[in-house]
């Protein structure tokens, strides 16, 4: 087995492993990453710990604290939401571009995402609606096709996730959120570029309100 790598059959670098159990929740926010710890669970050498964790550092996903070593960095609701205040207007752009760039396969694409997402909250499964989300507003970039909004918004979300699920998983936000993610479904596939973003910019601004009535503690679990 070479440096870097994984257990026989996994391709993934250390850095995309870490990552991946940071958004899982695996690791809380605060929790403390030693490097022997994690050489033996991701069956690496710690060269390449050390250098999964610088990478994932200039993510921001890993915070180094000053003689005590890494750890999972905690975003705490103000700086989420200083997060989504830049969201909403990148959010409203890539919504405009899709509409001015949608084509009928595209619109049914969106379709389809929203009808599965009408599903999911009639079969109260908030979590399958989250999943459809997010796939929605990733359609929503691709279709947009603008790559600096997209690059920035994917900059922010790994650092989001875990407000994101925890909202996600607030009672009746699936079924406050849907009528929003339809309108701006209706507006992109329509090409109404105005109403696109409009709808767009409203949703994440309402976002933003839900996580301002946040009463969860800064290290709060994931999920919790």
Excluded: W
């Amino acid at each position: 087995m070479s440096q870097g790598s994984g257990p026989a059959g996994d391709d993934q670098s250390p850095a995309d492993r870490l990552r991946a159990l940071i958004l899982a929740g695996e690791m809380a926010p605060g929790q403390r990453l030693v490097e022997g710890d994690l050489a033996e669970l991701l069956q690496v050498k710690r060269s390449a710990v050390r250098a999964a964790l610088v990478e994932l550092t200039a993510e921001r996903l890993v915070e180094r604290i000053r003689n005590r070593g890494a750890r999972v960095r905690v975003v705490t609701v103000a700086e989420a939401i200083a997060m989504y205040e830049c969201r909403m207007v990148l959010e409203g752009l890539c919504a405009r571009k899709a509409a001015e760039n949608i084509t009928e396969d595209g619109a049914e694409r969106l379709r389809a995402i929203g009808a599965s997402m009408e599903a999911a909250v009639r079969n109260g499964d908030p979590l399958q609606y989250s999943q459809l989300n997010e796939r929605l507003h990733t359609q929503i970039r691709e279709i947009a096709a603008q790559p600096v909004a997209k690059e920035m918004l994917e900059g922010m979300h790994a650092q989001l996730v875990r407000h994101r699920f925890r909202l996600a998983l607030r009672p009746g936000r699936s079924g406050q959120s849907l009528p929003q993610h339809l309108e701006i479904i209706a507006a992109v596939a329509a090409g109404d570029a105005d109403a696109a973003e409009t709808a767009m910019r409203d949703h994440v601004l309402d976002v933003i309100r839900a996580l301002g009535e946040s009463d969860e503690p800064a290290l709060g679990q994931f999920g919790g």
